[in-house]
Nanobody
Framework: EVQLQASGGGLVQAGGSLRLSCAAS????????IGWFRQAPGKEREGVSC????????YYADSVKGRFTISRDSAKNTVYLQMNSLKPEDTAVYYC?????????????????WGQGTQVTVSS
């Protein structure tokens, strides 16, 4: 069974940084994708950044390009989301998700496994 453990959220001032971690376990194949999503109150869950193990491909939402970086530590089975230059509009609950297979995906319905959310609050 695939399990995901997200951590690293917190309260930060605008312009600050946070690094989210998603520790994954239980994958039976070599090809998978890990995605970071966020959901603000009253809004739909949106894809923020995704990583594909099959080709190293990545995706970033336009709103975070140049500020967020997704990376992987294979030895630790952990995917990170480094978030710099945070803005109040980045405030949301952030989730990591996983799916088996090749290629990245940026829509929630494309993922089969979800971790618990971690709250990110950016104050102005």
């Amino acid at each position: 069974e695939v399990q995901l453990q997200a951590s690293g959220g917190g309260l930060v001032q605008a312009g600050g940084s946070l690094r989210l971690s998603c520790a994954a376990s239980g994958f039976t194949g070599d090809d998978y994708a890990i995605g970071w999503f966020r959901q603000a109150p009253g809004k739909e869950r949106e894809g923020v950044s995704c990583f594909s193990s099959s080709d190293g491909g990545t995706y970033y939402a336009d709103s975070v390009k140049g500020r967020f970086t997704i990376s992987r530590d294979s030895a630790k089975n952990t995917v990170y989301l480094q978030m710099n230059s945070l803005k109040p509009e980045d405030t949301a609950v952030y989730y990591c998700a996983a799916r088996s297979g090749t290629g990245w995906a940026n829509r929630p319905y494309e993922y089969d496994f979800w971790g618990q959310g971690t709250q990110v609050t950016v104050s102005s």
